[in-house]
């Protein structure tokens, strides 16, 4: 009786259960179902043994990153930064909203922190200066998603420590795409600010540009500080994670607006992320041990020889699959429900790991872009006081464009693999 998990599962879900708990609760069912309940006993030696995995340890540290990063005074440094350099050419405060979402990403790693920040300060700034909030919610909401492709990246870790790749590898594969997509989205930008004839800064407005580097030094050097350290093998992505949060104070207290209420405030909300994000862990190693007795990944991958399908036939249907889970899911979730399942197949006819985690991770971050359920539009939406479906069609052009270069990332390889091969990462 097979199809009784999927009936648990589905209830659950509309029952508005957590994601771990319907999960592991389907999971449960299934064993039981599929007359495989004598394997339970050994459920929590597997379950621990996939959550002791170092690389993890670097997840809540750099979430404590982002935290004390958002409450330190650095995104207004980051924007001013940003503006001395790009807020007098035509749409300049748009480009400066990409820009400031780079600098971001080598802090935060997360595209949600990265939308709230700058929802917050950028859209009321941009409105201002003349953008209508459409498109100032819009270039925020597009942008955002670089902050997971841009390492470091918690979705990458993620991915690295679940399918057994090296997270410095992908780590250095998610710099070139990362950079790409803002150059794109500042292409974009500045054909639209051209046809829309939106405002160019004023002289007067713009900050000067040694005083906001200087302002800003502190902010910057953190992302090098962790990108070399890791991909020049000083430090590994933990040891960064921990270096980071404590420079994170430091800078913190270097623009003198962290209190220890903040601090207090960015433990509790590093504690409470960490637990729901090991919870889904433990669910999906459930999970993971139940597709494992079932041989199901052996079955998928004689499936798809059956099929006939080729390694970019089968990587189509696999991005299109993740696409479809990131508009409904929890990124972290989808990572961990999925990959373990549909990469393995992927990587048996020739996908190379570090190139895969790099589509999946663009792919999923594309899916908060994308209704019904997109993460990034809702924070966005309630932000910014706009309406979830005004803010969708605003989205579009920007949504079109990250599609047309996740595609161009799935033909062309080399764009994520050739800074790696270079660093000797990966043969």
Do not use: C
Request: glycine residues 10%.
């Amino acid at each position: 009786m097979p199809f009784i998990p999927f009936l648990f599962l589905l209830a659950t879900l509309l029952s508005g259960s957590a994601i771990a708990y319907f999960v592991g609760g389907a999971t449960i069912v299934g064993f039981f179902t599929q007359d495989q309940a004598r394997y339970l006993a050994a459920l929590p030696q597997r379950a621990m043994s996939q959550l002791d995995v170092f690389a993890f340890l670097a997840m809540p540290l750099f979430i404590l990153t982002g935290e004390l990063m958002n409450r330190g005074g650095v995104t207004e440094a980051l924007i001013r930064f940003s503006l001395s350099m790009l807020g007098r050419f035509k749409g300049g405060m748009a480009h400066v909203n990409i820009l400031t979402s780079v600098f971001f990403a080598g802090i935060s790693g997360s595209a949600t922190a990265d939308a709230a920040a700058l929802g917050n300060t950028l859209v009321p700034e941009m409105e201002r200066q003349g953008y209508s909030r459409d498109y100032a919610a819009a270039i925020t909401a597009a942008s955002s998603i670089i902050g997971p492709i841009i390492p470091p990246s918690i979705i990458l870790i993620f991915y690295g420590a679940l399918l057994n790749t090296s997270v410095v590898a992908l780590f250095a594969a998610g710099v070139v795409p990362g950079l790409l997509l803002a150059a794109v989205l500042m292409v974009v930008n500045a054909i639209l600010a051209h046809r829309h004839g939106h405002p160019g800064g004023k002289g007067s407005e713009i900050p000067p540009f040694w005083g906001s580097l200087f302002q800003a030094l502190p902010a910057l050097a953190l992302p090098v500080i962790i990108l070399s350290g890791i991909l020049f093998g000083f430090m590994t992505p933990a040891e960064a994670a921990g270096v980071a949060s404590l420079a994170a104070l430091a800078v913190g207290m270097f623009y003198g607006r962290l209190t220890l209420k903040d601090v207090h405030e960015a433990l509790n909300r590093t504690v409470i992320l960490s637990g729901a994000v090991f919870i889904i862990l433990v669910a999906v190693a459930t999970f993971g041990y139940l597709t494992s007795v079932e041989q199901l990944p052996r079955k998928l991958a004689e499936m798809i020889g059956e099929i006939g399908l080729d390694a970019t036939g089968y990587m189509i249907v696999l991005n299109i699959i993740f696409l479809l889970a990131g508009m409904i899911m929890d990124v972290k979730a989808a990572v961990a429900l999925l990959g373990p399942l549909l990469i393995p197949p992927a990587i048996a006819l020739g996908v190379d790991p570090v190139h895969m985690g790099i589509l999946v991770g663009f792919n999923l971050t594309v899916g908060l872009l994308t209704p019904p359920l997109g993460g990034v539009l809702l924070i966005l939406s309630t932000v910014v006081d706009i309406g979830y479906w005004r803010l969708v069609r605003a989205t579009l052009p920007f949504l079109v464009v990250e599609l047309i270069l996740l595609g161009v990332l799935i033909y062309v390889p080399a764009i994520s693999l050739t800074l790696p091969r270079y660093l000797g990462l990966i043969n």
